[in-house]
């Protein structure tokens, strides 16, 4: 998968993880993208390290999906641990 393919998963990913924990989260679309491109390492990374479950570098694949979509989760509950609700206003 190329480096488009990565910003567009990451891109989706990262929505989908909004979705499923939502609340309020810095970054916008570029913060979005950023959080689901590294949560699809972090998730195939997971995955592999401690599933014995190499994620196959397919766009189309479920299990591409999932590792990302679970990897991003993983990020905005550790931002949401270690800032917990910084963007409340004053």
């Given at each position: ?18 979705i499923l924990l939502p ?51 993983v990020l905005l509950i ?13």
């Amino acid at each position: 998968m190329g480096i488009v393919g990565w910003i567009i998963l990451g891109l989706l990913a990262g929505a989908i993880a909004k979705i499923l924990l939502p609340g309020r989260d810095p970054g916008g679309l570029i913060g979005t993208t950023l959080t689901g491109i590294a949560g699809a390492f972090l998730g195939g990374w997971l995955s592999a390290k401690f599933l014995h479950r190499p994620i196959p570098h397919q766009f189309f694949d479920l299990k591409t999906w999932v590792a990302a979509i679970a990897g991003s989760l993983v990020l905005l509950i550790a931002y949401r641990i270690l800032f917990g609700n910084s963007r409340e206003r004053r």
